[in-house]
């Protein structure tokens, strides 16, 4: 079990005041059931005991995938700019104790870090890992989805995709429009997943942000390198 402190928040609705359990940390291996919560978009659900309204409280947490070598840190504060301070803390943060681990049990020590900066950014993330998928092929896959999808839908708007895995397994990936809404769904192509992989060298990528405007980012590199060839 992960441990647990307490804060207490206000209900947006009646105003009750809730007490709220916070993890700092997420261990997948030692804490599955909250892990599988953290998946099925339940960890960040608060529901106020008076009036019964359900929403979201996200905070700072460190999710630790152990059997994929991969942490993830959730980054959220009331402002950008102190996000943004956040992801610079948290960077530096990482290295220092990945330094300080490789000191204490006199090897090196391998695990992944990624930051994302929302409760939906974390879940997509920890699903894609526990598939044993590449998240940086994954990122690609679905900017070249989205252009794809948007190209056959002109006078549809999208302004985001998902990947998702439903209740009985199935793999897919979820398009969004301007308001959050649901408007497209495709299935995962594990054939399109595997050339991702193949075609694209992400040996040499060391950002911890991994998300879909780094995959724009990474293509268009890409396509330049491949130009001056």
Not at 113 to 121: E, Q
Not at 146 to 154: G, T
Not at 174 to 189: K, S
């Given at each position: 079990m992960s441990l647990?402190?307490?804060?207490?928040?206000?209900?947006?609705?009646?105003?009750?005041?809730?007490?709220?359990?916070?993890?700092?940390?997420?261990?997948?291996?030692?804490?599955?059931?909250?892990?599988?919560?953290?998946?099925?978009?339940?960890?960040?659900?608060?529901?106020?005991?008076?009036?019964?309204?359900?929403?979201?409280?996200?905070?700072?947490?460190?999710?630790?995938?152990?059997?994929?070598?991969?942490?993830?840190?959730?980054a959220v504060g009331g402002s950008e700019a102190e996000v943004e301070e956040m992801v610079k803390a948290y960077r530096e943060g990482f290295k220092e104790t990945m330094a300080q681990v490789e000191k204490t049990i006199g090897q090196a020590f391998q695990s992944d870090?990624?930051?994302?900066?929302?409760?939906?950014?974390l879940q997509e993330k920890a699903m894609i890992i526990n598939a044993g998928f590449d998240d940086r092929a994954m990122e690609v896959m679905k900017f070249l989805l989205?252009?794809?999808?948007?190209?056959?839908?002109?006078d549809a708007s999208f302004e985001n995709v998902r990947y998702y895995e439903e209740a009985?397994?199935?793999?897919?990936?979820?398009?969004?429009?301007?308001?959050?809404?649901?408007?497209?769904?495709?299935?995962?192509?594990?054939?399109?997943?595997?050339?991702?992989?193949?075609?694209f060298d992400f040996s040499l990528v060391k950002d911890e942000i991994?998300?879909?405007?780094?995959?724009?980012q990474f293509v268009q590199k890409a396509i330049e390198a491949e130009g001056n060839e």
């Open positions: 647990q402190r307490k804060t207490t928040i206000q209900c947006p609705k009646c105003q009750e005041t809730i007490e709220v359990a916070m993890m700092p940390s997420l261990n997948a291996h030692l804490d599955p059931e909250a892990a599988k919560r953290l998946m099925k978009g339940e960890f960040f659900v608060v529901k106020c005991p008076k009036c019964g309204f359900a929403g979201a409280f996200e905070y700072p947490l460190l999710y630790n995938d152990m059997a994929h070598h991969m942490m993830i840190q959730l870090f990624r930051i994302v900066k929302s409760g939906a950014d989205l252009a794809q999808v948007s190209e056959q839908n002109k009985d397994g199935k793999r897919l990936f979820l398009f969004f429009n301007g308001a959050y809404e649901v408007v497209a769904t495709v299935p995962f192509d594990q054939a399109l997943y595997d050339m991702m992989k193949n075609d991994i998300d879909l405007n780094w995959a724009v």
